[in-house]
């Protein structure tokens, strides 16, 4: 592989195209004064946000159906993503056959799509500022582009990464919270309509009661008691949140 090349023109990329015809091409995410340098001289100056949404990484329950692993220390084998360590012998190596399925990629893309918004409605990127490619294989990469992004560090990329991701979201600064009227205790939530993670909750938590069963209620943490009542109140709960929500 040829690497460490820099152009100052358009046609020069293009000459060097043509004179060489390879068969890939790539290229850094990464601003440099001088690209041809050595790594340790080329002097960063920046880099794009990118974001690569993978449906390797996407727990799809189709993955059982076409996706194989085998552990060729023991020659243990089975359905799914792979156990992470062999259940047979406890090594940590397999030999894998991944596919991307049609539900595959739909789920990247329904990703891609939550991220988008992301991008645009809570960090207020411009759509100018965005691209998103088909990453020719199992999903898609998102570009994030401009000076709001060029000179962020690596903690700083972990910080907009774990946003994104909602690590270590704590609910109480979105709007959950429990107080107390009189004997009651309430929980008081965030709206629909709200912006960021606390709209998302809502939405959350409004498509799940949407759609849960009782048994679904139950695998959250839910008493069985509670989630009976919410099985038989659904409609009207559901109702409430035209309103404030049924918090
Ligand atoms: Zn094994
Ligand atoms: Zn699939």
Redesign the pocket.
Known sequence: MLRHKGFKSPSELHKFLRDLTPSNVYYSCAYYENPEARMDEKGWLGADLIFDIDADHIPTPCKKNHDTWI?P??G?AGRGENPGK?P??G?EKFETRIWACELCLEAAKAETLKLLDMLLEDFGFSEKEISVFFSGHRGYHVHVEGSAVRGLDSVARKEIVDYVSGLGLDPSFHGLRLTRYGAARLIQGPNLDDEGWRGRIAKGVYDFVLTASEEDFLRVGLPRKTAKTLVENRGKILESWKDNGPW
């Open positions: 552990c220390n023991c243990f062999c047979n012998c090594s």
